[in-house]
């Protein structure tokens, strides 16, 4: 089989290497520059670049245009998913299109395949709808980018009024066909991970959120601690998964706890952000993205099912951001308290001297701190992240150079 592979999360995380047969597979990896460190490193493979400044679907066509037809498209990253399903229609590989993975990229079509399987998401309307003939609340709203990311380009309002003016006087300038607005909804919020094979859960975990994604990319803490999974938190789950055409590989949810029940917000068919999938494989001892790789390629040794975390063996992680810093430099303060508390698993810190990235992510090794915490109770990880968040501070730094 000839893979290719749309390279950009990097390999500690994808675990390509181990596997991706590539004694047996003829793999091509393409990779912008920046990325190309991140492969992995000792196996057979052929490693192409390109540029990364345009289109990436165009670019990985035109970068593979003298090699046989692939077999099999893999991308991993969310950014990468509409790409990829372009780049199999240009090939003519089989594997998702483009219709395919709309639901679970474009939250307006996501929402609607959502809401027509009768369950409960936010009231929604794309922004140009909005915007020539109302809609149907009033009060807090959301304008988000329909395919956005980690929150960028989220902004909130009061109303919904203030929203749309905010986008008629220039406030905020955004692109009316891709964006929509969203109502807000009270409530804490949940995300539920796991992986399917032919629609069938291996393992599923839920987690709620200390701090929100919106807050973290407005320059806030961020975290998350595994909680209780029961039987009807799965059931909604699957059910979100079926409205949206998941049913293989992996899976992030995020829905709002309400008095009511669950409101659904958003899903991707990818592994969550973070140290998500760090913190479900000490949970649950599934690797998310090895079994995705291995549902690909039509290997046997898939996991069987895995039992969600015990009560006293949680796990949690956090990261702080240094985006909004003004600065790729920094000091962070308040953290030796808990540096060497006996509830961390991992801490990551960066150096006065080291870098970290002026563009919202939350990766370990590009951010002023993050960390996963565990095992314990929930309340107990909860109880951590909570101080930390409010005993934590981070500063400019000084350019060492």
């Not at 899903?267 to 649950?284: N, P, Y």
Request: some cysteine; proline content about 9%.
């Amino acid at each position: 089989m000839h893979i290719l592979v749309m390279h950009r999360v990097p390999d500690p995380f994808a675990r390509y290497a181990d596997n991706l047969d590539h004694a047996r597979h003829r793999v091509t990896y393409v990779s912008t520059p920046e990325r190309a460190a991140t492969l992995p490193a000792d196996v057979p493979a052929l490693r192409l670049e390109r540029p990364g400044t345009g289109d990436t679907a165009a670019e990985v066509v035109a970068a593979v245009h003298d090699l046989p037809r692939p077999d099999l498209v893999v991308a991993l990253s969310e950014y990468d998913l509409l790409p990829a399903a372009r780049v199999r229609e240009a090939l003519g590989v089989p594997g998702p299109r483009v219709a395919d993975v709309l639901p679970t990229r474009d939250k307006v079509v996501m929402k609607a395949a959502v809401a027509a399987a009768g369950l409960r998401t936010p009231r929604y309307a794309p922004l140009a709808r909005a915007l020539a003939s109302g809609v149907e609340w009033t009060g807090r709203t959301v304008l988000k980018p329909l395919a956005g990311a980690s929150s960028e380009g989220v902004t909130a309002y009061p109303t919904v009024r203030e929203a749309l003016d905010a986008v008629r006087g220039g406030a905020v300038a955004v692109d009316v066909d891709d964006h929509e607005v969203e109502e807000f909804v009270e409530g804490d919020v949940v995300h539920v991970d796991g992986v399917l094979a032919d629609g069938r859960p291996l393992a599923v975990q839920a987690s709620r959120y200390v701090g929100t994604c919106l807050g973290y990319a407005q320059g806030a803490p961020l975290g998350s601690l595994q909680v209780d999974t029961p039987p009807a938190t799965v059931d909604f789950t699957l059910a979100c998964l079926r409205a949206v055409g998941i049913t293989e590989g992996p899976f992030h949810l995020e829905a709002i706890e309400t008095a009511d029940g669950p409101v659904f917000l958003e899903v991707g068919a990818r592994v969550g952000g973070a140290d998500v999938s760090d913190t479900f494989e000490l949970a649950t001892g599934v690797h998310m993205s090895s079994v995705h790789l291995r549902l690909l390629t039509g290997e046997s040794h898939v996991p069987a099912a895995a039992p969600a975390a015990a009560p006293d063996a949680r796990y949690g992680w956090f990261v702080v951001p240094g985006h909004t810093l003004g600065s790729r430099f920094c000091r962070v303060e308040g953290e030796k308290p808990f540096r060497d508390d006996p509830l961390v698993h991992r801490w990551v810190q960066r150096a006065p001297h080291e870098p970290v990235k002026t563009a919202v992510t939350y990766a370990d090794a590009d951010v002023p701190l993050a960390g996963v915490v565990g095992p314990a109770p929930s309340a107990v990880l909860e109880r951590f992240l909570t101080d930390l968040f409010a005993s934590v501070t981070v500063a400019p730094g000084e350019d060492p150079r």
